[in-house]
């Protein structure tokens, strides 16, 4: 990969740019000198263990080399843009300057350069910071400039991808069972009563779209999944994105006087791995935007059933179980779809201690929200019926 300058001097790789063997290769993402003349191309040569910048015409690449230029015509490189990604222009350079933010650099201590020659023809070379002069191909000879257009990467601000098309048979699809919470409904009262209990369950929702070679890492990105979803989502490119969803759920339970019910709150997750392409559009800090087609990996960790298992109810007094089958209430269900090819299915329990929801014995109210504890409540049953 090329290298491009940050502030301060720090030199850094480019996510875009890339330098590549020249020599007797087609390269149809190679970084046009100027946009005029579609012959001409960055390269870069070797001259006594430095690389030189100049342009490359016709199989030969040209570059300044003391007074002179040098020709190479089997040992050089050119720079090309990583599957047609980068976006590429050029900055005002003088001597009383620094390299610009993001110059392309030939080596660590020289950049590409270029300047509007006599004749109307670009004369490119490479700017030298430490002399503080540019070095430019004058025709047959070497021109040393106190002024130039030094080329710079171009950095998108945000990525949009739409058009996303899964690669149905390489998807991979695992469900788990997790129990995400645990609560206990108590009636300790002398009559029936319908007990209810307000709960709060936090599920993380895990998303992650790239890396893709040719794109930068951390950028704000909005993706739209495929219909009939059609999700718009605002995450960080390349880079596992989390997101925590909270469900407001209600358990409820009619009980008889003196007993109690167990419920376990189980959250279904899906894990999905699956290939893709799509249409990957850089937005760029002027306002325009540049589309190519992306091929990547997508994975998704997310909630899609979530269920409220109640026990048989029981005696609070000595844990007698009555003859009332198990319940299972439907809390939530996720809408969204994907295509299924390979699936398995694990069940795990989280340590969160149940919560307990009980009508107090004095005062049994219908349709009343219980409360919450962290510990279990011990309720004395002086004044209630004793359970048959």
């Not at 590549?20 to 993402?29: A, K, N």
């Not at 107090?360 to 004395?380: A, F, I, N, W």
Request: glycine residues 6%.
């Amino acid at each position: 990969m090329a290298k491009i300058r940050q502030e301060g001097g720090r030199v850094i790789t480019s996510s875009t740019l890339a330098w590549v063997e020249g020599h007797q290769r087609s390269h149809p993402h190679a970084v046009l000198v100027s946009e005029d003349d579609p012959t001409t191309v960055w390269c870069r040569a070797d001259n006594h263990g430095a690389w030189m910048a100049g342009a490359m015409h016709a199989g030969t690449c040209v570059v300044p080399f003391l007074s002179s230029p040098s020709r190479a015509t089997d040992n050089y490189e050119i720079l090309i843009s990583v599957n047609g990604s980068a976006r590429v222009r050029y900055m005002e350079w003088d001597r009383y300057l620094a390299p610009p933010h993001n110059a392309v650099a030939a080596h660590t201590k020289s950049f590409l350069a270029v300047r509007k020659g006599e004749n109307g023809f670009p004369e490119a070379g490479f700017l030298s910071p430490e002399q503080r002069r540019a070095h430019l191909v004058s025709g047959a000879t070497v021109t040393v400039t106190d002024e130039a257009m030094v080329l710079v990467e171009d950095e998108p601000v945000r990525y949009d991808l739409r058009g996303i098309n899964l690669d149905g048979s390489r998807t991979s699809i695992k469900y788990e069972q997790q129990v995400l919470a645990e609560a206990k409904l108590l009636n300790p009262g002398p009559s029936r009563q319908h007990v209810v209990e307000a709960r709060e369950v936090v599920v993380r929702h895990m998303s992650y779209w790239g890396r893709v070679k040719g794109t930068y890492t951390a950028l704000p990105a909005r993706v739209v999944s495929p219909p009939p979803d059609n999700e718009e989502q605002d995450l960080i490119w390349g880079i596992q994105n989390e997101f925590d969803h909270v469900h407001h759920e209600l358990l409820e339970y009619d009980l008889p006087p003196g007993t109690g019910v167990r419920v376990k709150m189980i959250g279904t997750i899906r894990k999905t791995e699956a290939p893709y392409a799509a249409t990957l559009t850089s937005v760029y800090q002027d306002g325009s935007q540049v589309s190519r087609i992306i091929e990547g990996l997508h994975m998704d960790q997310r909630l899609i059933l979530l269920q409220a298992n109640y026990s048989r109810p029981y005696y609070i007094h000595n844990n007698t179980e009555l003859d009332i089958p198990e319940q299972i209430t439907e809390l939530y269900k996720s809408t969204t779809t994907t295509t299924t090819t390979t699936t398995t299915t694990t069940t795990t329990s989280t340590p969160e201690p149940p919560k307990i929801s009980m009508v107090g014995p004095e005062k049994p109210k219908s349709d009343s929200l219980s409360t919450t504890s962290e510990r279990e409540v011990v309720v004395t049953l002086e004044n209630s019926a004793n359970p048959t």
